[in-house]
Nanobody, 129 residues
Framework: VQLQASGGGLVQAGGSLSLSCAAS????????MGWFRQAPGKERELVAT???????NYADSVKGRFAISRDHIKNTVYLQMNSLKPEDSAVYYC????????????????????????WGQGTQVTVSS
């Protein structure tokens, strides 16, 4: 099983980036998925999640600016990031939850990093001021 994250880069404040996370090795259509980020010297932070049914949840810091989506056929999850700020700079990781994970807990934003079982390699996002 492999998660391949891509789409990171350098962008000016106010700009946009679109991240992709392509899964291979098995289908994840029955799994919730999430995007995390980690800046130097900081803990890994949950940014957004999407349930198998498409329900989404966002960290307060990105609400209204980021949008998570998924394509079951392509086995891919996306993160559209708009109105980027320098504080959004971090390595962004995609991850999957076990199939039995509660959709209710996911939608309430209760998932923790240690509950995710597969992780992508991360993609760097740098936002210049």
């Amino acid at each position: 099983v492999q998660l391949q994250a891509s789409g990171g880069g350098l962008v000016q404040a106010g700009g946009s980036l679109s991240l992709s996370c392509a899964a291979s090795g098995r289908t994840f259509s029955n799994n919730g998925m999430g995007w995390f980020r980690q800046a130097p010297g900081k803990e890994r932070e949950l940014v957004a999640t999407i349930s198998r049914g498409g329900s989404t949840n966002y960290a307060d810091s990105v609400k209204g600016r980021f949008a998570i989506s998924r394509d079951h056929i392509k086995n891919t999850v996306y993160l559209q990031m708009n109105s980027l700020k320098p504080e959004d700079s971090a390595v962004y990781y995609c991850a999957t939850l076990p199939a039995h994970y509660s959709d209710i807990s996911l939608q309430m934003g209760l998932s923790r990093a240690d509950e995710y079982d597969y992780w992508g390699q991360g993609t760097q996002v740098t936002v210049s001021s």
